[in-house]
């Protein structure tokens, strides 16, 4: 047989590359092979034509298509859609035109090298598609992940009038179609509700004060926010981020459909935080301003990870000025103030601090009854007067001696051994930093919250202080 295919479709002209074909008796194909003749050329001379295909699917077979042809294929596909079927102008042609597998398996199945607009439209007379197919493909979703999206007794999209209904719902609000098809995958439920239903949901988030381009964003990356009820994580995360003062929509500018979003987790994070004094505490709000700043200015979160694990102490201390005031120094360029600081992050303080870096230490050694206080307090700790470890201590400690005292005495009242605090103070100085009701909040979420035993408080307050 194989030698009657090659008599068939062989000529002189043909290249000896193409006159190897299958070896196995099993692979029952009528193939087509392109020939080059000088004395009839064809529009379409680089096609190659394929009936219909019996080999195994183990045995993948690709064939190059022109551009021609795959140009024909598609207004082919658009014509069926819109004239016969009755697609939309907008819907016809996204389809055709971001369907590439599905068009690849079409080419597959005509025998025609002179028209294949003319060989698909007859085809598509006598052969029905699923039009599922091509639709699910044109969201964006892989032959593979479609396959078990795919309905099983419906083949046309006008028999399912609610999914399109929805579909559209999506589409009039602004979500991108390609944005549409892992909404499909994750959250089919969305496209199963009555008309209006769908709608009034995406609308109830924009009653958060959020932006229609930040509810898109929100939905594309957490389809399930639009099953059930409005999701009241979200809703205690975008009440608390307020509280903290950042502007309704700038969580829309952190989000990324790579990702996948937990709004329950990030709500108890934010509580756990506030449980711990960090929304009552002074150096909280400094953090946060410092944070702020550096997202603002479109810092990458590994990079704010870095000054932050190396500057806690100047960025609780210190209160900032907004970014908008910092950019005017620099016309507005955020890329230029942003590689400033991640050259320095030390000109974040220089260029945005509301007093001068050094004011903290120039302010305590106008006072020399604050400066005695806190030395004679380290020096019950341990430090060596007048050495080196000493001075700098002088500088991280932060408040009266008497406070400091304070501080430590509670760590003590725990049941934290006297020798076992002094050695972790030394090695976390931040570690008093913390008002006396910040540390007994943290004491006790230890504790009673988390069911840490008194014994590894210590080594809960270094890891957490030691990189300060």
């Keep these: 047989m194989i030698s009657q295919l090659n008599n068939l479709f062989l000529s002189p002209g043909v290249s000896e590359k193409y006159s190897t074909f299958f070896s196995s008796p099993s692979s029952h194909m009528l193939l087509k092979i392109r020939c080059f003749r000088g004395s009839r050329p064809t529009r379409n001379n680089a096609e190659f034509s394929v009936i219909k295909s019996a080999v195994s699917p183990l045995v993948p077979v690709t064939f190059k298509v022109s551009r021609i042809a795959r140009t024909d294929a598609q207004t082919a596909l658009f014509d069926y859609l819109h004239c016969t079927r009755d697609f939309t102008f907008t819907d016809a042609e996204h389809i055709s035109k971001n369907s590439p597998n599905f068009l690849q398996d079409l080419i597959s199945k005509v025998e025609s090298e002179q028209d294949m607009f003319k060989a698909l439209s007859k085809f598509f007379r006598y052969h029905p598609i699923n039009e599922f197919e091509p639709f699910l493909e044109s969201l964006c979703l892989s032959p593979m992940e479609s396959t078990s999206l795919l309905p099983r007794d419906l083949i046309f999209l006008s028999d399912d009038q609610v999914l399109l209904d929805n579909y559209q719902v999506l589409c009039d609000y602004g979500i991108p179609r390609s944005k549409i098809g892992r909404m499909y995958k994750e959250a089919n439920d969305i496209f199963k509700y009555e008309l209006g239903v769908l709608d009034m949901k995406l609308r109830a988030y924009e009653q958060l004060d959020l932006s229609r381009s930040t509810v898109i964003k929100l939905v594309t990356c957490s389809p399930q926010l639009l099953v059930g009820s409005v ?76 000054i932050v694990s190396s500057h806690m102490n100047l960025m609780i201390s210190h209160s900032l000025k907004g970014p908008k005031t910092v950019l005017r120094n620099f016309s507005g360029d955020k ?3 942003r590689q400033t600081i991640e050259k320095d992050p030390l000109e974040l303080f220089s260029l945005a601090s509301k007093s001068d870096i050094h004011s903290i230490e120039h ?31 002088l500088k991280r400690f932060r408040g009266r001696g008497d406070n400091l005292q304070q501080r430590f005495d509670c760590l003590v ?31 006790d979420c230890l504790k009673n919250y988390l069911g840490y035993p008194v014994s590894s408080i210590s080594w809960h307050f270094h890891l957490t202080y030691a990189m300060i």
Excluded at 258 to 283: A, I, Q
Excluded at 370 to 391: H, P
Excluded at 418 to 441: G, R, Y
């Design 335 to 337: 890329h230029v103030l």
């Design 413 to 443: 009242q725990a049941g934290l051994d006297c020798n076992v605090v002094s050695s972790m103070v030394k090695q976390a100085p931040t570690a008093l930093n913390q008002m006396k009701d910040v540390l007994e909040k943290k004491i």
């Design 231 to 306: 999701n009241n994580a979200l809703i205690g995360v975008v009440e608390k981020l307020k509280e903290l003062g950042f502007e309704n929509d700038w969580i829309g500018g952190y989000l990324s459909s790579k990702n996948v979003y937990n709004w329950s987790r990030m709500l108890d994070t934010m509580h756990f935080l506030c449980e711990v004094g960090y929304s009552e505490s002074p150096d909280a709000k400094n953090f946060r301003k410092a944070v702020h700043f550096l997202f603002e200015i479109r810092m990458k979160p590994d990079n704010i990870a870095k």
């Design 363 to 393: 302010a305590a050694s106008k006072n020399p009854s604050k400066y005695l206080e806190k030395t004679e307090f380290l020096l019950r700790i341990g430090y060596v007067e007048n050495s080196d470890e000493m001075a700098k201590a």
